[in-house]
């Protein structure tokens, strides 16, 4: 929680202040995000105003991972910016547009208060490092990925391949394998028919 009484509800009354957190656990995806604990290092500035405080900040925290395409581990340095509004709960509705019931419950909803000027950053956070999070995270951008016949890394043997035979050639291919023999026998016998039409 971060103490908002100093500004004193005086709009134009500023506050910067800078602090290193322990990051809160869930703070990323199933693939990537930050580890429980690990330290996020924030730069706020707290903006008093007509409905209450503007905070415009920054966070710095170490990203952990999977590369989603070779599942090595990866390691990445997130830094997002975000800002907020946190009204008074007391705050009258001289500053706030006027809307429909069912808008204006909705737009309760998604507001911020503060509780006794002290304000959550939690939820803030959360949402800036989330969003800022890549979807599909990998090791490298020309990461080959796992082999989907063995599982081997790709990236580690790049001349790796199987034999790959169309199924419906299978019997074939077997067949041609115990022939061949026997096309050996057959071609002096073609040659011998060649030189009888001669």
């Known amino acids: 929680m971060f103490d908002t009484r100093e500004l004193g509800r005086r709009p134009g009354a500023l506050k910067r202040l800078s602090r290193s957190i322990p990051a809160p656990d869930h703070l990323g995806t199933e693939v990537i995000g930050v580890a429980e604990g690990a330290t996020v290092e924030l730069d706020l500035r707290l903006e008093s105003v007509m409905e209450g405080v503007l905070v415009t900040g920054t966070a710095r925290a170490p990203l952990t991972g999977e590369c ?74 020309d990461c080959p990925g796992l082999c989907s016949e063995c599982g081997a890394r790709l990236a580690d043997d790049p001349d790796h391949h199987h034999e790959t035979v169309d199924i419906r050639w299978a019997a074939l291919q077997e ?23 001669k």
């Open 175 to 197: 067949l041609a394998g115990s022939d061949q023999d026997g096309e050996m026998d057959n071609a002096p016998r073609a040659n011998g028919d060649d030189s009888q039409e």
């Open 68 to 141: 989603v395409r070779c599942l090595e581990p990866l390691e990445r340095e997130l830094d997002v910016d975000f800002q907020e509004m946190y009204s008074y709960p007391d705050a009258d509705e001289r500053g706030r547009p006027v809307a429909a019931d069912d808008d204006a419950e909705d737009d309760e909803e998604d507001m911020l208060f503060l509780e006794d000027d002290l304000l959550g950053l939690e939820p803030v956070l959360r949402d800036a490092v989330v969003l800022a999070l890549p979807l599909q995270p990998v090791c490298r951008e």
